[in-house]
C-alpha cells in the first residue's frame, strides 16, 4: 500500500473551490446508467461549508446514474438557534423534511431526496431522550429512521481535528446506554461512525444491544493519516481483523464508501485534477473487497458521503468507480446499489 503525506488537519473546502477543481477533470459518462441506486449517505447544509441543498445534490445526481431515492444523514445543520440545548438538533431535521417534502412532489425530478432522514439527538441525558426522539419521529411525517452520534476519537493530531468532540469511550458510559436503549422500541437505527482503532467499541455495543440495527459509516474510518500513515500495512492489517470481528454481530451492516475523506491518506485532493474512476477504484478495492468478504453483500451498502467526498472526486466517477469493483456480481448488484438500503431504511425497493 502507497504510504500518505503527513495529516494537515481538516482540509475541507468549500464548495464553490471543490466545484473549480471538479471542473478540471471532464465529466466521466455514466456505466451502467440502467442499475437502480439508492444513495443511503449524503449531508445537506448551508452554512460556512458552502451551501449543499436540493439544487446543489440534484446537480450531482444528474449525472447519468439512476439515483431513485437518498437518505440524508445528519451533519450538524440548522439547528435551532435557541430552546433547551436538547431540543436543538430538531431543527436539522424539520429542516431536511422540508426538502424531502419539496422533492417528493415530483417537481424536481424523479429521484426522490432524503426519502429517508437520519438525525441526531443527545442520548448522553439517557432515557428521557425518548421524547426528544419521539419529537423528531412527529416532525419528519415518519421519515425519521435513526440517529447517528459520531464517536471519533483519537489520542493523536488526527483527534484534533474531528467536526465534534466526544469523550474517549462514551459509548460504555451507563447513562448514554439509557439513552441508547430507547433507540429500538421505536423503531431507530444506529449510524455508527467511529475511527479504526475504536471499531472493537462498536463491536461491544452491537452485541450489548443486538436488537438495534447498527449501520457502520464509512468502512469503519480507517486513519491513514498522521502517526498512522507510517504503519498503513500494519494498521490495515488491524482495520480487517476487527472488520472481521464486527461482521459476526448480525446487527450490524456497513457502508462502503466515505473513502473519499481526507483521513483515509489517499491524498487526491493534492492533485492538480481529480483523478479518474479507475484510479479511485484501485485505491479503494482493498477496504470494499474486505468488508463485502466480512459482511457479504446482503449487508453492504455503497454509499456516496456527498458532498463530503467531493475532496476526491466528483458524484459520477465515485459510483463508476463502484460499478467497476462490482463488476461480474450480476444479482449481488442490486443488494450492494439498493437493495440493503431499501431494506435498512424501509424505502420501496426499485
Known amino acids: 500500500m502507497t504510504q500518505a503525506t503527513p495529516f494537515r488537519g481538516n482540509s475541507h473546502r468549500h464548495s464553490v473551490a471543490l466545484d473549480r477543481w471538479i471542473a478540471r477533470r471532464r465529466r466521466e459518462t455514466a456505466l451502467e446508467p ?15 461549508r458552502g451551501p449543499y441543498l436540493l439544487p446543489e445534490l440534484l446537480a450531482d445526481i444528474r449525472g447519468g446514474h439512476d439515483v431513485r431515492a437518498s437518505v440524508f444523514i445528519e451533519c450538524r445543520a440548522e439547528y435551532r438557534a435557541d430552546g433547551p440545548a436538547t431540543e436543538r438538533p430538531l431543527g436539522e431535521v424539520e429542516f431536511v423534511n422540508g426538502i424531502a417534502a419539496m422533492s ?15 438525525g441526531h439527538a443527545d ?6 431522550v425518548q421524547e426528544i426522539l419521539e419529537q423528531a419521529i412527529a416532525l419528519t411525517g415518519g421519515r425519521m429512521r ?3 452520534w459520531s464517536l471519533p476519537y483519537d489520542a493523536s493530531e488526527v483527534g484534533q481535528h474531528v467536526s465534534r468532540f466526544v469523550p474517549e469511550g462514551i459509548s460504555r458510559d451507563a447513562t448514554w446506554r439509557a439513552g441508547f436503549a430507547r433507540l429500538a422500541p421505536l423503531g431507530l437505527s444506529f449510524e455508527a461512525w467511529c475511527y479504526h482503532p475504536q ?7 452491537a452485541r450489548s444491544f443486538p436488537d438495534t440495527t447498527f449501520v457502520l459509516n464509512h468502512v469503519g474510518g480507517f486513519l491513514g493519516v498522521g502517526p498512522y500513515a507510517s504503519r498503513r500495512t500494519e494498521e490495515f492489517a488491524r482495520w480487517r481483523d476487527s472488520i472481521r ?5 448480525p446487527n450490524v451492516v456497513v457502508k462502503l464508501g466515505g473513502l473519499g475523506m481526507l483521513i483515509f ?3 487526491f485532493h493534492l ?3 481529480p483523478p479518474s474512476s479507475e484510479e479511485l477504484a484501485a485505491a479503494w478495492r482493498p477496504f470494499i473487497e474486505t468488508c463485502i468478504e466480512a459482511f457479504g453483500p446482503a449487508r453492504c451498502m455503497f454509499e456516496s458521503n456527498f458532498p463530503v467526498d467531493k475532496q476526491s472526486c466528483d458524484y459520477t466517477a465515485c459510483w463508476n468507480a463502484f460499478k467497476r469493483l462490482a463488476h461480474g456480481a450480476s444479482a449481488e448488484k442490486a443488494a450492494l446499489f439498493s437493495g440493503t438500503a431499501a431494506r435498512v431504511y424501509r424505502l420501496p425497493p426499485p
Open 265 to 267: 491518506g489517499f491524498d
Open 104 to 118: 417528493a412532489s415530483g417537481g424536481y425530478g424523479p429521484t426522490r431526496a432524503a426519502a429517508a432522514i437520519v
Open 123 to 128: 442520548l448522553a441525558i439517557g432515557a428521557p
Open 34 to 48: 440502467e442499475l437502480p441506486i439508492i444513495d443511503p449517505h449524503h449531508h445537506l447544509w448551508d452554512d460556512d
Open 271 to 273: 492533485r492538480a485534477a
Open 245 to 249: 470481528t464486527l461482521a459476526g454481530c
Open 199 to 205: 471499531l472493537p467499541e462498536i463491536t461491544d455495543l
Open 146 to 148: 435513526g440517529i447517528r
